[in-house]
């Protein structure tokens, strides 16, 4: 790792490919190409802390259920990066920073993403919020792996509230996250339960619970094509009332852009809409959505325009969330430019204006040792 500059009380950093590594990595290429992956086992044999046959590795064992071996290779690809570490870069402090233009760089960004993966499915959310708020760090404005669309569930797993609350009250203003379907509904869930804790003075608790409730139904409002994926992945019937009303039937019909971002957020965070009294203040909160639409509420309408306005077209970097994520309702609304591509395990969807480097030849393979799941025309 170089330090590549300092401003603005901000240190810019990139990892660098020695000759000898670069020689490797080419090696790497070929075996990914050769689509077998005793050819990987072989170079890392060979080179056991060569990062990108780490990363493919890993896939290929986690996909064959040997999870122990999955973690341990990312975990190695971690040694090996955190060897190679400049002596002023602290992952601490916020203001380091590493640019995923750069191929070098890319590769670090996905192993903290899968070790921050596995180990929220170990039940430690905490920590895989810490990770998840490291990748943040990195490059907060181009957010490249779209952290954005995930903080916010492990917020809500490790049970950090006001975290996430603060978070939202201070980049609401430059970056719209009220916009983006998983804060709407995961700013109102967050809301709800700190109106449900015990410690909570009764008229606070009345409060948040107010708010919680408008959040909720502003939610439902601008994004009614949650509703029934998500009582669907609930195992809830939906009662007559909504069934008969069309704003949630075929009426909230959404552009593929939107239904994307739908579809993550519907897959990844249903089992925190299943706790306790959290359904039935849903069920609460549709009953007043359907009286307001009923009663021509401005709000409909204005949400209705916004979405047509809006939700164009998704960029890379959800598209590239959506593939890490493997969240099948969510893989299944890529658009066609994404499934019918290779996808590079070691680096999906690199970035069209990647900045030409030693390593610069990644995204010149067009080939992939494993196939993404998603459909293909």
């Known amino acids: 790792m170089t330090l590549l500059e300092s ?17 490797i990595q080419f090696k790497f290429l070929d075996s990914v190409e050769s689509m077998d992956p005793n050819n990987i086992v072989v170079l890392l ?17 986690r996909i064959q259920e040997d999870q122990e071996m999955a973690r341990d290779l990312i975990e190695r690809a971690l040694y090996s990066f955190e060897c190679a570490f400049h002596p002023v870069c602290s992952l601490t402090s916020g203001t380091s920073r590493l640019d995923y233009l750069r191929p070098e760089n890319r590769a670090f960004y996905l192993a903290v993403y899968k070790h921050m993966v596995f180990l929220e499915r170990r039940g430690c959310p905490r920590t895989a919020l810490e990770y998840c708020r490291l990748i943040l760090s990195l490059d907060p404005d181009s957010d490249p792996l779209c952290m954005l669309l995930l903080i916010d569930f492990l917020s809500l797993r490790s049970r950090e509230y006001n975290f ?60 009614p094509g949650v509703l029934m994926p998500l009582l669907d992945l ?42 306790g009294g959290v359904l039935l203040w849903l069920e609460e909160c549709v009953r007043e959505v359907l009286r307001r639409v009923d009663t021509k509420d401005p709000l409909v309408e204005d949400c209705q325009n916004k979405r ?56 010149g393979s067009l080939c992939t040792l494993l196939r993404s799941s998603f459909p293909r025309s």
Not at 164 to 173: A, G, T
Not at 185 to 204: C, G, I, M, W, Y
Not at 324 to 332: N, Q, R, Y
Request: net charge negative; proline share 5%.
């Open 7 to 23: 401003r603005d009380g901000l240190q810019f950093f990139t990892f660098e490919h020695s000759r000898d590594y670069q020689q």
């Open 45 to 61: 044999q060979m080179n056991p802390y060569h990062i990108d046959s780490l990363l493919q590795l890993s896939d290929v064992c």
């Open 164 to 223: 996430l609350l603060r978070l939202y009250q201070d980049w609401e203003v430059h970056r719209n996250l009220s916009q983006l379907p998983n804060f709407a509904f995961s700013v109102a869930l967050s809301h709800f339960h700190l109106s449900q804790e015990d410690q909570t003075e009764s008229k606070e608790r009345e409060r948040l619970k107010h708010k919680a409730d408008l959040l909720l139904q502003n939610a439902l409002i601008m994004f």
């Open 234 to 275: 609930c195992t809830v019937q939906p009662d007559a009332a909504v069934l008969s009303h069309d704003f949630f039937g075929p009426r909230s019909q959404q552009s593929p852009a939107l239904a994307e971002l739908v579809s993550l957020y519907v897959g990844r965070t249903h089992t925190l809409w299943r706790e």
């Open 308 to 363: 047509k306005q809006r939700y164009q077209s998704a960029p890379l970097n959800i598209h590239r969330h959506v593939i890490l994520s493997e969240i099948k309702e969510a893989t299944s609304t890529l658009p066609l430019e994404v499934t019918t591509q290779s996808v590079m395990g070691f680096d999906p969807l690199p970035p069209l204006d990647s900045v030409r480097s030693g390593a610069g030849f990644h995204q």
